[in-house]
Each structure stands twice: as C-alpha cells, then as structure tokens.
C-alpha cells in the first residue's frame, strides 16, 4: 500500500490531476464524498495485471469511492482500479486502460491518428467560460482535453446539475465554434461517421478509441 501511495504522488507530481479537480469549484464540489487513496489491500492489481498482457504498467488499487468508482490511468503509466471491481470485467476494463495508457506514452502519434480523422486540437480559449467552468475533468483525457470535429465542434462533458453535480451524471453537448452556439445533438457528420455513442465515448476523441478502438 504505500508503495501504491508513492505511485499515487508520482503521478500527481507529473499529471497535477488531482490538483486540477480541486482547484476547480464544480469538480471538487462533485468529488465532495470520493476519497482518492491507495486501498489497504492491493491483490486485486496481480489479477488485472495477469488479465491485461502488458509490459511497463503499474497498477494501483484505490478506494471503492475514488474517481466515483471508475477505472482510470494516470501519468505516465499507472492504471487505477477501484477496489472490489468485478474480476470479469477486468480483461475488458483493462484494454481500455492500455489505450489511455499508449495515448500518454505516445501523445503525437495519437495527434496524428485523430487528424486523419478529422480531430484537431482545441484551446480553452476557444470555449466560453460558462460552459467550460461546467466540464467534467477525466484524468484521462485532461492532457489534451479539447477537440474539434470537421474544424468546427467540440464536445463537451457538462455536469447535468450545475448545483449539485454528481460525477457519473454529465451529458455530451457540442459547442460549434463556427456558429458560436452549444448544441445538445452531435453533428450529423459525427453521427454518420460513428453512429450514436454512449456520452462515455463521445465526450472525448481519446475515449471514443478507447471504448472503440479501430
Ligand atoms: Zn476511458
């Protein structure tokens, strides 16, 4: 376990991740009752690795409340599990994880992968503060954590409730910087390129190839 804690400070030395949550009044309001700590027990991480077939990874097992109990990486090669997560997922779970994984090792080869089709970089500025103050922070896209599809829309992970925000709860809205408006649909050219997708994948390119890696 403290070698888990260590591997938790490292990251944060390099990723600031969980200084990016706190500093922000919505998704620090939104991790009110997550704890963000290595688990007592760490066994589950000899399962995951076995199940992952991968070299270079660490594993971390946190508490069951952390991150709202989602699986996650952080830099520059540690996959987070809550503890208790279901060992029939893990092989699942795990191929996701070794996406983000590869997305932090190799950040240009993925910058390029996302052009060809059809994804460039966005700044913050970009976005109106309202509406960026209300996105959702995802240590796994938080790197590079704006996008634009076809030179236009960027998704965006809003908090459904802006007053009481719950970390699962977010819905994708599109900001088209082109007509300055936010849409709650995603662009048919989207659509019609990747059909529709659970809010999971569409929040962000690096999850879209994660969940559908192709
Ligand atoms: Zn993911």
Known sequence: MRQAQATLKTAESLDSYESA??????????????????????????????????????????????????????????ICLPAYFPEERLAETMRHELVHIDQRKNPQAWREKLAAHGWTPASREEIPQQWRSRVRINPDTHSAQFWKWAGRYIPL?????????????????????????????????????????????????????AYHNR
């Open 21 to 78: 949550c706190s500093s922000c009044p919505i998704n620090s309001k939104a991790r009110t009752f997550c704890q963000y700590i290595a688990w007592q027990d760490q066994s589950l991480s000899e399962k995951a690795l076995a199940a992952a077939a991968a070299k270079d990874i660490t594993v971390v097992i946190l508490s069951p409340s952390a991150e709202g109990g989602m699986p996650h990486t952080r830099a520059p090669n540690v």
């Open 157 to 209: 992970p809003l908090f459904e409730r802006e007053d009481k925000p719950v970390l699962r709860e977010i819905s994708v809205r599109w900001w088209d910087a082109e007509e300055q408006r936010l849409n709650s649909q995603p662009p048919t050219s989207f659509t019609q390129k990747y059909g529709s997708l659970a809010a999971s994948a569409a929040e962000h390119p690096y999850e879209l190839y």
